[in-house]
């Protein structure tokens, strides 16, 4: 808006007959009335919200597949953010709640991020962690299945093409190397082939991606302006 510039609202009231002007001051105010006059955040340029994932190879995941294929109206409005592993997406959840109180001034801007983390000991545990700090925004944080990592959610067939490759018997024999550097390359390796499979069909992907994709459309709302 141009420096110096001012909003207002003109509301009609039908009982008193009049119409009442409101001036808008709060950035939360500007955003609601563009909620009631049918624009998104995502008209603005801007994200509706925002999914924390533990790791990159869950990020190009859903950004490139899942989001796109089976949740378009999130497509372009949620951002994926990867964190650097499980105890990472505690502080980059703290890091955007302070951006939204610095930036907008506003808490309920908070309510637009979503955390979603592994379904193993590590994950369930970061889960209640975030629960137990955040009370009031339990409902933000969720889990994948339990024991279950993205990768469990990839065609299988080049899951185990890829195994096969790599003179692995079990995807879980891959995610419990305890070689972390290794265990990472190879997962970087796996999501690279999968994504390289992306101009198959739709049914390619979806036995195997149903879960998840189930799983996000429950817990996340693509959220008004």
């Known amino acids: 808006a141009i ?3 001012k909003i207002f609202e003109v509301v009609e009231d039908p009982e008193e007959h009049e119409s009442k002007v409101s001036e808008l001051i709060s950035t939360g105010d500007r955003q609601q009335l563009l909620s009631r006059l049918g624009y998104t955040l995502g008209d603005l340029g801007l994200y509706d919200g925002f999914i924390i994932t533990e790791e990159s190879s869950a990020e190009a995941y859903l950004s490139q597949i899942v989001i796109p294929r089976f949740l378009p109206k999130m497509r372009g ?6 964190s650097n592993g499980a105890d990472d997406t505690k502080k980059r959840y703290g890091m955007m709640e302070k951006l939204y109180l610095f930036q ?32 009031e925004r339990r409902e933000f944080f969720f889990s994948l299945d339990e024991k279950r990592q993205i990768e469990h959610y990839y065609p299988a067939d080049i899951v185990e093409k890829f195994l096969s490759k ?18 990472r390359e190879l997962k970087i390796e796996l999501v690279r082939e999968v994504l390289a499979h992306s101009d198959r069909e739709d049914g390619f992907f979806w036995e195997d991606a149903k879960g998840l994709v189930n799983l996000i459309a429950d817990k996340v709302s693509v959220p008004a302006c």
């Open 3 to 5: 420096e110096g510039s």
């Open 77 to 82: 409005r949620i951002k994926i953010i990867a």
């Open 104 to 135: 907008y001034l506003n808490e309920g801007y908070s309510r637009r991020t979503w955390v979603l983390l592994d379904g193993d000991e590590k994950g369930i545990q970061i889960l209640s962690d975030l629960r137990e700090q955040f009370p």
């Open 166 to 183: 790599e003179g692995l018997n079990s995807l879980d024999e891959l995610l419990a190397l305890r070689d972390k550097k290794k265990r």
